[in-house]
């Protein structure tokens, strides 16, 4: 059957998946963004149902100061005797933790810690034994592990599982278990165009592991002109039918020189076959857009390719909205007369801005506003593409010497420039039209500005995100008097 790669994207980094019965379930990492870790929900690997995310409470995943794409990084998420788990840790704020569930759709647990050092941290259950295994941030022992009481999250006495394959700076492993085999698939050579999916096997969870002679089973390195490239950081599992599945992160790069990206890691499948008791991913060949595969169920052609929001905020936030860090509640509230946003002193140059996003999920894609919004002098608000606070644009309605206007902004590193203006009404349409290179920005339908995709690519911002597009509200150092009431908001990719 076939499908297409990304099967979810947009920012959706670090993918980790299991299957209960004939359903699979897979999270991403979330950094500074609140509720955190994204959770979906598919039968056939390819359509993937937002289902929320495990961490909704302040009391789960606190935020404060943490910088852009610190935060949340790399979880796991596994079902064992009727519970789901999620591990991960908040580099921020505490450190590895784990939260549990019965319905992943449902609220998960207050946060058991577990005190480790490093980061990517796995759980594998056997028996009445739960293995934590993680990146030690050790470069003479980088994957150690310990058994874990999950009663109290305390650890037993680390050892060292896997020397790696030739980076001291291995992450991102995963124990995973076939026909009595114990698998250990690790992540080398960083996130960027070195990275790949390396492999070791043992006959016990603990080890000792002996590496596959073929790694590394899966890396982009060496294709610069793939238009898929930093594949790595991958996770297993197997559906109903006995196919096994890799599930990893990727970035889509523009097809021009040099390469950006702007969308940030996201989520790739591929096919698992097995070779003298060693996985072999996509029969040994470089993963691609276009795939065919033997998907555990039938596939609907035309889902994935249209990511669609069309919201009068009636019923509230959809679960594709995302705050930066923990948000102040009160300056959104949602009701029959859209989202009103209350703008506070900060801009998007600091955190604390009011701001909600959604991924921005294909290169291709529009997204727009119907803003009811009358600005005392200073006062802003519109629809901005955040990257992080030093690399974001909007297009925003404000007061400048009495007169009522809609500007462009560009903030890119240490140079802000207002690209456009134009006077407005108290309601405006404000739009942003997207291509692989350029975001056109429209006021009412007349195009009023241009910018690079290239300035908010993380080769020029940096980070472990992917842009974000949605409406913010600032007073530019004061909070703002007047309400802004974001009428409609459509995105369409
Ligand atoms: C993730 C680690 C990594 O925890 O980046 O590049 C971190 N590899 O595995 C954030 O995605």
Redesign the pocket.
């Known amino acids: 059957m076939q499908y297409e790669n990304p099967i979810i994207p947009g920012f959706h ?2 993918p980790t998946i299991c299957r209960v019965g004939e359903t699979f379930y897979l999270a991403t ?1 979330s950094f500074e963004y609140f509720p955190g870790v994204p959770l979906y929900r598919s039968q056939n690997l390819v359509d993937w149902e937002p289902i929320g995310h495990a961490l909704t409470r302040d009391a789960q995943l606190p935020l404060e100061g943490a910088r852009s794409s610190m935060g949340i ?2 979880p796991t998420l596994r079902h064992h005797d009727g519970t789901f788990y999620l591990v991960t840790t908040n580099v921020s704020n505490g450190g590895h933790f784990f939260v549990t569930a019965d319905d992943p759709a449902g609220e998960w647990s207050d946060p058991t810690w577990v005190d480790a050092p490093g ?2 941290p796995d759980l594998f259950f056997e028996g009445d034994t739960c293995y934590f295994t993680y ?1 030690a941030d050790d470069p003479d022992a980088p994957i150690k592990q310990a058994e874990l009481d999950l009663a109290t999250g305390e650890l037993g006495d680390p050892y060292p599982v896997w020397e790696g394959f030739r980076d001291p700076y291995a ?2 492993p995963h124990v995973i278990e076939r026909d009595g085999t114990y698998y250990l698939l690790v ?1 080398e050579g ?2 960027h165009a070195g990275h790949m999916v390396v492999a070791a096997r043992a006959d016990d969870p603990a080890g000792p592991y002996e590496g596959c002679p073929d790694n590394p089973v899966l890396t982009h390195w060496g294709r610069p002109r793939d238009e898929i490239r930093a594949t790595g ?1 991958a996770d297993l599992t197997v559906d109903t039918e006995g196919q096994w599945w890799l599930v990893f992160l990727g970035i889509r790069q523009h097809s021009m020189w040099p390469r950006f990206h702007h969308l940030g890691r996201e989520t790739f499948l591929a096919p698992v076959s097995w070779e003298d008791g060693w996985p072999v991913v996509n029969d040994g060949e470089p993963v691609t857009v276009e795939m065919d595969a033997p998907l555990p169920s039938e596939h609907r052609e035309e889902s994935t390719s249209v990511d669609r929001t069309d919201t009068t905020f009636a019923d509230g936030l959809g679960v594709e909205w995302e705050f930066r860090r923990n948000p102040d509640r009160e300056r959104y509230e949602t009701g029959p007369d859209g989202l009103t946003l209350h703008g506070g002193p900060e801009t998007l140059d600091e955190p604390g801005a009011t701001f909600v996003g959604r991924r921005q999920t294909a290169f291709d894609c529009h997204a727009e506003v119907t803003l009811d919004f009358d600005p005392d002098e200073g006062e802003e608000a519109g629809l901005a593409l955040v990257m992080n606070e030093d690399h974001h644009y909007q297009v925003g309605v404000t007061r400048r010497d009495g007169r009522r206007e809609a500007v462009v902004r560009l903030r890119i590193g240490d140079a802000t420039e207002v690209v456009g203006r134009t006077p407005v009404g108290t309601t405006a349409d404000l739009a942003v039209d997207a291509d692989t290179q350029t975001y056109r920005f429209l006021v009412d339908g007349e195009e009023v500005a241009t910018a690079s995709t290239r300035y908010l690519a993380t080769e020029v911002a940096d980070g ?1 995100t992917g842009v974000m597009i949605g409406p913010y509200a600032t007073g530019r150092g004061r909070t703002c008097e007047s309400n802004a009431v974001v009428e409609r908001f459509v995105y369409e990719s």
């Open positions: 980094p670090d990492s990084f790399a980061i990517d990146h992450e991102a992540a960083g996130t950081h472990f």
